[in-house]
């Protein structure tokens, strides 16, 4: 084992509150484990196999409850996929120096905290208004948020819900349904491509901890959010913590300057 039992037991409780607070909005909590796991962790394959896969269990739980309540649109999803799922892949083959890869996590994690704290106070008569746009436009949302994806070894759901939600794209209830669907199959195809260029990794006891903690998490979060319960402050609570795990990201293990 990596840690010692009290250290994952702290771990495991880590991972349970993100995907209790991720899953309620729609995400995986991929981007708050990959920040966690840079601390924990000494191989980036570790971080990014391990984030893929809790990920991946949040969102799958998430999606059939969703398509239960007849919030999935697959009809209207499919255009966001047919890019991202290719560009997800390749991201997730290249294999980028390790400080490289921290800057650009650091900086994905900062502007999509940003950008979630800006969805989250808008205003609530403006949240449900669709707008239209031209189809081509989901193609190249999907491909540009699948390709960062893959290279930071998340979902994408954090980046791309927010960018809807400022659009006007469709119902804050359809959007979460979305990002869910969206980070499930980016996940699974970034995992094909970490398997594909041998840097599929994950430390076994470690993993199956950290998996089943973040299982119970995320069925408990995606039925608080579709019980109606707000979830502003969750949003708020998220970003301020991907917010200040995203510049010690960059920091420290980015641009290595010691704090």
Not at 129 to 148: E, F, N, R, S, V
Request: hydrophobic fraction near 55%.
């Amino acid at each position: 084992m990596l840690l010692n039992p009290n250290e994952l037991i702290v771990l495991c409780l880590g991972f349970f509150t993100i995907a209790l607070l991720y899953s309620s909005v729609g995400f995986g909590g991929g981007s708050s484990y990959l920040a966690i796991l840079t601390l924990v962790f000494t191989s980036f394959f570790d971080i990014r196999t391990t984030a893929l896969l809790c990920n991946l269990i949040v969102v799958s739980g998430s999606c059939w409850l969703y398509y239960q309540r007849g919030y999935l649109d697959f009809k209207k999803f499919v255009p966001f996929v047919v890019t991202s799922i290719p560009l997800a892949f390749l991201g997730a083959s290249f294999r980028l120096q390790e400080n490289i890869f921290f800057i650009i996590l650091g900086a994905a994690l900062i502007i999509s905290a940003l950008a979630l704290v800006i969805q989250t106070i808008k205003l609530p008569t403006q949240e449900e208004i669709k707008h239209k746009y031209p189809p081509y436009l989901t193609y190249i949302l999907g491909g540009a948020i699948g390709l960062l994806s893959g290279l930071v070894g998340i979902g994408g759901g954090i980046f791309l819900a927010p960018i809807l939600n400022h659009m006007r794209w469709e119902k804050s209830i359809k959007i979460a349904a979305l990002a869910s669907f969206f980070i499930l199959v980016n996940s699974i195809s970034g995992i094909a491509g970490l398997i594909s260029n041998g840097t599929f990794q994950i430390p076994l006891w470690e993993g199956i901890a950290l998996l089943a903690s973040v299982l119970i998490g995320g069925q408990l979060g995606i039925r608080i959010s579709l019980n109606k319960l707000t979830g502003k402050g969750i949003k708020l609570t998220t970003a301020t913590l991907v917010f200040m795990v995203g510049v010690r990201v960059l920091i420290v293990n980015g641009l290595q300057i010691t704090m």
